[in-house]
């Protein structure tokens, strides 16, 4: 069983930035694209950004392109979410999910493994 634990969630000031990051331990697999979602009170959980197991590829939901980044560190079975330029609309509670696939899934059912979450909260 793959464990996630996300950190780096909390409360900032709209303009401001976090960083996301999503550690993976027990029976971790060796090649396992990433994705970061979120959900909002209220609404349905939402990809947010996907990056394939090596970190050549990457998706970002057009309302954070040009705002965040997602990257990885297979060598300490980690991965990122840097985010900049927050809006008060980015407030929601964000998932780190691991799926078996090389390339990443863009749908939740393509995920096979998910974190507890973690809040931000971007204050207007």
Known sequence: QVHLDESGGGM???????????AA?????????RGWFRQAPGKERE????????GSSTYYADAV???FTISRDNAQNTVYLQM????????????CAASRTLSYPVTLDGYDFWGQGTQVTVSS
């Open 12 to 22: 900032v000031q709209a303009g401001g930035s976090l960083r996301l990051s999503c």
């Open 47 to 54: 990809l947010v950004a996907a990056i394939n197991w090596s």
């Open 84 to 95: 900049n330029s927050l809006k008060s609309e980015d407030t929601a509670v964000y998932y």
């Open 65 to 67: 392109k040009g705002r």
């Open 25 to 33: 331990s027990g029976r971790t697999l060796s090649r396992t694209s």
